[in-house]
């Protein structure tokens, strides 16, 4: 059965983590996304053998994380950007360790204390290793509260099947929002983890670590967590893509600054300027395939990010220098309008018609 | 009657200082296959199988018999 | 016929230890072994491991292992407990890690009453590198760090991890023992073996702090590094059960 219910982007994915099987929540309140602590308060306790702890700190938060994921059980935890920065230590361990389980980031205006207005100022962090040594990690941009409900149960599903960790990276507009979501019956599938810890019963014992002080042996591991993440690019690429054969440029955008990209697109299409969008939706792997063919036939790339520009070094990198890529952005918790946007796409497409001439 | 893996034993001394009839010594020729100088006994019939020296052992080298 | 009085816990690999000639932590990782063995928890228990030099404990012990972060060890075994809270979880954790990186943890899992045993050895020093002072290091003594003897106007005082525990209602055994002679062996195994009763009762969380030698990083031998602990190291963390549930 299906059910349509209006709720908030941060509910959303505490309904969506419940139905996918979350069996423990372990978190440190952090605007803004402290409703995620209270719906899961409320909720967890109510479902048999599942528990939700108020951890003392964000790194208590993710290495009980690190333990519950260890015994095999879905497990999740969230915070906001300065609080994620607290994680960091916690995700690389896990990333070693090959446990898998979902972080939330909505994340919000910094650096330091920064602001607790909607910001993008995390792709790096999120996207290349926040945490030490060679990994890399899931991360999942919703735009909407409906993707913040379906992207839940990709993202433990995703975490299971690679034994990694996955980030669902939304920001302090999308867990805020309001609107409606259709609750579909998503199958969770069951994956077998004869690599848990649970009382050595019948087999040897079995030992869940990311240390390896032999320098081959940890080669050797490293190896293999990267022939992973090769699987993973390979097989786990998202992103939507709003082009045709007659599309001169465009848009790069995630998340909620893909939203009001739209909004600013549609309008300049009334105009009669050909223009189209690539949202990624999976941040890491970056959607590069999305770019090969379009770098060829287009004029123009303009990325646009609530930051002062992170995801547009791997546009770059996608696009290869065969078309120009440019930027815009807005930073400390400032959301542009869509006419404000819509007057910059203008700009910059001037420009380029300008150095053309 | 104690019976000592001295593969395991790295010459600490800490079972002679709780061996309570002092029949436990350092070795001053024997060594095990990793280099250590390793504890002897120097009069097994002493042996009063207390199991002090088993109980200090850092490395669970000695164990320990009593005969019925 | 032979009786065997005293033999090497069945839950112990065969594996030889990488420890120092005459480190605690033999004999502490043996009793250890001996509760779980006493009471047939081997198939049930599930350990956390630290950073430290008892960081590869896990080889020596043949039950399930997890491998936490410094100091994160009680976080990581909150984790577990309250997913499996049938299993039987306990974190070996050294001064270094317990008392200085992992001070918020220790507390808040202790505040929390959480059904887990902790084991914290004591030895005044951080050993795995190469011994700096540690939060337990004693006045006076002389580490890497306090090369000129540890200075309370500099470096303040050392933490008496017990005491500062027993104020929390969350704690159900709380007790402080040492490993410096037979004896005292003895009464630390019993210690040891009472706080996994105490998790196996669900009554909460236990402690054992055991006073452990480092002969190596404090610059003696073994002999004399026991004759120190007793004088000096007891005389400042007095051996003692603070709490016992029962």
Not at chain 3, 203 to 216: D, M, N, Q, Y
Request: proline share 4%.
């Amino acid at each position: 059965m299906m059910e349509k219910v209006l709720m908030k982007g941060t509910e959303a994915i505490g309904v969506g983590a419940i139905r996918s099987g979350c069996k423990i929540y372990c978190g440190y309140p952090i605007t803004p996304q402290s409703e995620l602590l209270a719906y899961l308060a409320k909720e967890l306790p109510q479902i048999e053998g599942a528990s939700f702890i108020q951890s003392e700190s964000e790194i208590a938060a993710i290495n009980m994380i690190y333990g519950a994921a260890g015994t095999g059980a879905r497990a999740m935890t969230s915070s906001s950007s300065p609080g994620i920065s607290l994680k960091q230590e916690g995700i690389s361990y896990i990333a070693g360790a090959e446990l898998p389980c979902v972080i939330i980031n909505a994340s919000r205006g910094g650096p330091g204390l920064g602001s607790i207005q909607p910001a993008q100022s995390d792709y790096f962090q999120a996207t290349k290793g926040g945490g030490h040594g060679d990994y890399r990690m899931i991360v999942l941009a919703p735009k909407s509260v409906q993707e913040m409900y379906d992207y839940t149960f990709v993202a433990f599903d995703l975490a299971d099947k690679y034994r990694t960790p996955v980030m669902l990276m939304c920001d302090g507009a999308l867990s805020q929002l309001m609107e409606p979501v259709v609750l579909s019956d998503t199958k969770v599938v069951q994956y077998e983890k004869n690599w848990a810890t649970t009382g050595a019963k019948g087999r040897k014992p079995v030992l869940v670590s990311s240390l390896r002080i032999e320098p081959a042996e940890l080669e050797e591991h490293v190896d293999h967590l990267f022939e992973k993440y090769a699987e993973i690019m390979k097989n786990e690429v998202r992103y939507e893509s709003v082009c045709n054969e007659k599309t001169e440029y465009v848009v790069v955008a995630y998340g909620i600054m893909a939203r009001i990209a739209q909004t600013a697109i549609s309008k300049l299409r009334q105009e009669g300027i050909e223009i189209g969008l690539i949202r990624p939706i999976t941040l890491w792997p970056f959607p590069q395939q999305a770019f090969a063919e379009l770098s060829d036939k287009v004029k123009l790339f303009i990325t646009l990010e609530l930051n002062k520009g992170q995801m547009v070094e791997d546009v770059r990198l996608a696009v290869n220098g065969k078309k120009e890529v440019t930027f815009y952005g807005r930073c400390g918790g400032m959301l542009p309008t869509p006419d404000e946007i819509a007057e910059v796409i203008k700009s910059k497409i001037s420009g380029v018609k300008k150095c053309n001439k | 009657m104690i019976e000592l893996d001295i593969e395991r034993c790295k010459g600490c001394e800490l079972c002679t200082t709780a061996c309570p009839v002092n029949i436990l010594v350092l070795s001053a020729e024997k060594v095990n296959s990793k280099g250590n100088a390793v504890i002897e006994m120097s009069d097994p019939s002493k042996c009063i199988a207390c199991a002090r020296c088993a109980q200090v052992c850092s490395d669970t080298a000695i164990t320990v018999y009593r005969n019925k | 016929m032979q009786q065997v009085i005293f033999k090497r816990p069945e839950s112990f690999t065969d594996a030889f230890t990488h420890y120092c000639p005459g480190c605690g932590h033999g004999i502490i990782h043996r009793l250890v072994a001996n509760a779980i063995d006493d009471l047939q928890l081997r198939e049930k228990v599930i350990g956390v491991g630290p950073v430290g030099c008892s960081a590869m404990i896990y080889d020596y012990l043949d039950v399930d292992f997890q491998q936490a972060a410094h100091g994160r060890a009680p976080a990581v075994a909150t984790g577990i407990k309250r997913v499996l809270p049938d299993n039987i979880v306990f974190t070996y954790q050294g001064d270094g890690d317990l008392a200085a990186i992992g001070t918020s943890e220790i507390i808040h899992a202790a505040a929390r009453g959480e059904n887990i045993t902790v084991i914290f050895v004591n030895n005044a020093i951080f050993g795995m590198t190469g011994g700096q002072m540690a939060p337990t290091t004693l006045i006076g003594q002389k580490t890497q760090t306090s090369p000129y003897g540890r200075d309370t106007t500099k470096q303040g005082y050392p933490l008496r991890v017990s005491e500062l525990l027993n104020t929390l209602e969350g704690v159900s055994y709380l007790a402080r023992v040492s490993v410096h002679d037979a004896k005292n062996v003895l009464i630390a195994k019993k210690a040891i073996k009472r706080a996994f009763e105490t998790q196996i009762a669900k009554k909460g969380f236990s402690l054992v702090e055991v006073l452990s030698i480092c002969p190596t990083n404090w610059g003696m031998k073994p002999k004399a590094a026991i004759e120190w602990l007793e004088k000096e190291m007891v005389s400042y963390y007095p051996l003692q059960v603070f709490k016992d549930w029962r």
